[in-house]
């Protein structure tokens, strides 16, 4: 759960050419020798056949699959999507795919829009009232970052399914409605490094615009919510798009709070690996549903995308 | 509370999901209205201010269905606070402006992380249902079972391993791909498994790993290899101990776009005059490489290095998608969970706390390195 990258480098992907410095003359461009740019082309190749071969995969026939190999597939024609209704169709533990895919929207919007706002109203308060103590707690929250989520599974657990902190009950246990628990525990373990980015990009902006929204007679309600909200906005896309993907790809905090029919699409593929592991023609198409959402986002929304991962590149 | 989470969840999902980010987007414009009015000066917004201080409190602890004695509590320190703020230095209001931003959080992050962090410390010190103390009784258990080892020395393989290769593999495609042609998509290629997840790429490369039996035609790309050039066909995430190894390739897979993008980066920031300094002086581009560019992106190095070895330090989805732990594949996070589904909180909770103990001085190491990079720009 560290912060990984300074501001200079998550210009990342899309500043292929534009550096900081003038670009280099003759005595760069004859560094660069064939026999780097075969390796690097090897490279790119052992990094992209995999996905590839499923891709194939998915989309032929079952037999074909449990015989011959995907890089056969011109030879061995034939093509179909039946893999993909097959799959969507079969419930492992009581629950489809299809219903799983819709969890996972379920528990991943909430859970990526929730924490974004708490976190927004935090770094505000971090950021621009002064307290006493102020810096005391913005170190312990940035410090709350190294704690292993692992760490707060079971009493949380336990609040949420016997109401109970310290072994002492306080609340009413809502334990298996639906999908508050996996919301909650998600919420809270994205807090610390939201809190954090949102209140490094809110802590910058200009004094002056805030003081001369003061003067005009806004409140911190109003300043909050017509000059910071809309100034941070780059800051909180990219974390909103960082926690969306965070939480889409999880599995642990699944595996721990999405009990039975509340399961996102995660949870039941890794079941299914264990229970049907030799299905390839289920698991190929299983596994594209689950990484079609990710790989949309990433295309479309690279920078912020790129921006977003870097920040948060170990949190967990 | 509970009711209402259990109506909703008898909804449709994607009804669920407009509704609780209404209700939840209606509280914080509630807030906001409070903090706004909050320093305002009159009778009616004192009452306003007081009303809020004690029902807002009431309301959460009675929407939590808590108890009576609890409720009261909550609405008696409610109204602690409004005296507080009501005398306060910053005027009246302020501490109760501060509250509102920065309460919803604290309140979170205290309840879910601080608390539930000392219960498992304790946790960890108790036995399997956690009514004895035990002592160290769960440490001697993980240290002294050679299952116990084996995760750990597992967890250790993966630290030093991938870390190394993902950032060696990224830094080395990140030169040679420097101002070439086509340098988007090359990134592109390779940092793309950083979207997929885990499980997706866990299930990505078992298929690559697939073996048939020697006279069958192969289904498994790696496999499929290995007989072109001769071989037979390997089951491998079954050999010992190399399977470990064939788990840390799909780690390396996924990290290396992380490692590639980062020094990507760092490598444009290196001064062109000193590039051409080194070669005036005769330098090759292995010797430009090793003497110029590496150290100019030291900084950057080790910061990626550090934020994988957290990453694989805490590595979970690929062994449980891949293996589950067999075969002595598994590692600390792992074995946490194992213990968990197994009803042993204690050691459950141990493993937690070596695993926290393991990480905590890479963080922090990490941590200090980036504040020293920082500064540096």
Redesign the interface.
């Known amino acids: 759960m560290t912060t990984t990258t300074p501001p200079i480098t998550t210009q990342g992907l899309t500043t292929g050419k534009a550096s900081r410095r003038p670009a280099l003359g003759d005595a760069k461009r004859r560094l660069t020798s064939p026999w780097a740019t075969i390796a690097a082309i090897i490279i790119a190749a052992i990094w992209t056949v995999p996905t590839f071969g499923i891709l194939v995969s998915s989309f032929r026939p079952r037999v074909e699959i449990q015989t011959t190999g995907w890089w056969t597939a011109l030879q061995n024609w034939g093509w179909t999507t039946e893999n993909y209704t097959e799959a969507l169709n079969t419930a492992t533990g009581g629950l489809t795919m299809l219903q799983a895919f819709v969890n996972s929207f379920a528990i991943t919007l909430p859970a990526a829009i929730i924490p974004l706002i708490i976190a927004t109203l935090a770094a505000y308060g971090f950021a621009w009232i002064d307290f006493r103590g102020k810096n005391l707690l913005f170190v312990g929250v940035f410090a709350l970052q190294i704690v292993p989520i692992q760490m707060a599974f079971i009493p949380l657990l336990q609040l949420f399914s016997r109401g109970e902190l310290f072994g002492v009950p306080v609340i009413q246990a809502f334990g298996s409605a639906g999908y508050a628990q996996v919301w909650i525990a998600h919420t809270i373990f994205g807090l610390p490094l939201a809190i954090f980015l949102l209140h490094n990009f809110i802590a910058q902006i200009p004094g002056e615009v805030i003081e001369a929204a003061r003067v005009d007679g806004a409140g911190h309600g109003q300043i909050f919510f017509r000059i910071i909200l809309p100034l941070s906005m780059p800051a909180i896309a990219s974390f909103a798009i960082f926690q969306f993907l965070w939480v889409w790809n999880d599995l642990l905090v699944a595996l721990i709070f999405a009990d039975g029919n509340v399961a996102p699409i995660t949870k039941l593929l890794a079941q299914m690996t264990g229970s049907r592991g030799e299905d390839w023609h289920l698991l190929t198409a299983g596994a594209f549903i689950a990484i079609i959402v990710p790989l949309l986002v990433f295309l479309f929304l690279q920078r912020y995308f790129v921006r977003g991962l870097l920040a948060g590149s170990a949190k967990g | 509370?509970?009711g209402f989470?259990?109506w909703?969840?008898t909804l449709s999902?994607?009804l669920?999901?407009p509704i609780?980010?209404g209700v939840?987007?209606a509280a914080?414009a509630v807030?906001?209205?409070?903090?706004?009015?909050?320093?305002?000066e009159g009778r009616v917004f004192t009452i306003i201010r007081l009303a809020a201080c004690v029902l807002l409190p009431l309301g959460v602890?009675w929407l939590?269905?808590?108890?009576t004695w609890?409720i009261i509590a909550a609405g008696v320190l409610g109204a602690l606070f409004f005296w507080l703020d009501l005398r306060s230095r910053?005027g009246v209001g302020s501490l109760f402006?501060?509250f509102?931003?920065?309460a919803?959080?604290?309140i979170?992050?205290l309840?879910?992380?601080?608390?539930?962090?000392i219960?498992?410390f304790g946790?960890s010190m108790l036995n399997s249902r956690?009514t004895t103390f035990v002592g160290l009784d769960n440490f001697v258990w993980i240290f002294t079972q050679p299952q116990g080892i084996r995760t750990i020395v597992n967890t250790i393989v993966w630290v030093l391993i991938a870390p190394i290769a993902s950032t060696v593999?990224g830094l080395?495609?990140a030169?040679?791909?420097?101002?070439?042609r086509g340098?988007?998509v090359?990134?592109?290629?390779?940092?793309?498994?950083?979207?997929?997840?885990?499980?997706?790429a866990?299930?990505?490369?078992?298929?690559?790993y697939?073996a048939r039996p020697a006279d069958?035609?192969?289904?498994?790309?790696v496999n499929?290899l290995i007989v072109w050039l001769g071989g037979s066909p390997v089951p491998f995430l079954q050999v010992e101990p190399w399977n470990t190894l064939f788990l840390i390739i799909v780690f390396v897979?996924i990290y290396?776009?992380?490692a590639m993008?980062?020094l990507?980066?760092?490598i444009?920031?290196v001064?062109?005059e000193q590039?051409?300094a080194a070669?005036l002086d005769g330098a090759n581009?292995y010797e430009?490489f090793m003497n110029v560019v590496v150290p100019g992106i030291r900084p950057?190095l080790i910061?990626v290095l550090t934020?994988?070895a957290?990453?694989s330090m805490?590595i979970?989805?690929i062994v449980?998608?891949?293996t589950?732990g067999a075969n002595d594949t598994s590692v600390i996070?792992n074995e946490?969970?194992q213990q968990?589904r197994s009803f042993e909180?204690g050691r459950?909770?141990a493993?937690?706390?070596v695993?926290?103990i393991l990480?905590?001085p890479l963080?922090?190491y990490?941590?200090r390195q980036?504040k020293a990079?920082?500064e540096a720009?």
Request: no cysteine; aromatic share 16%.
């Open positions: 509370m509970a989470l259990t909703l969840s999902p994607w669920e999901i609780i980010i939840f987007v914080v807030l906001l209205f409070f903090i706004e009015v909050a320093p305002r602890m939590l269905q808590s108890y609890a910053g402006q501060l509102g931003f920065v919803p959080a604290l979170l992050l309840i879910g992380l601080v608390f539930p962090v219960q498992t946790a956690g593999i080395v495609y030169y040679f791909i420097d101002k070439t340098e988007k090359y990134k592109i290629l390779v940092f793309l498994p950083m979207a997929i997840s885990f499980v997706g866990s299930i990505i490369w078992r298929f690559m697939t069958a035609e192969q289904i498994g790309f499929q897979w290396t776009g992380f993008v980062v990507s980066a760092a444009k920031g001064p062109t590039l051409e070669e581009a430009r950057s910061v934020t994988i957290i990453a805490k979970f989805d449980r998608t891949m589950a996070a946490m969970y968990f909180a459950s909770a493993y937690a706390v695993l926290f990480v905590l963080v922090i990490n941590a980036l990079q920082r720009h």
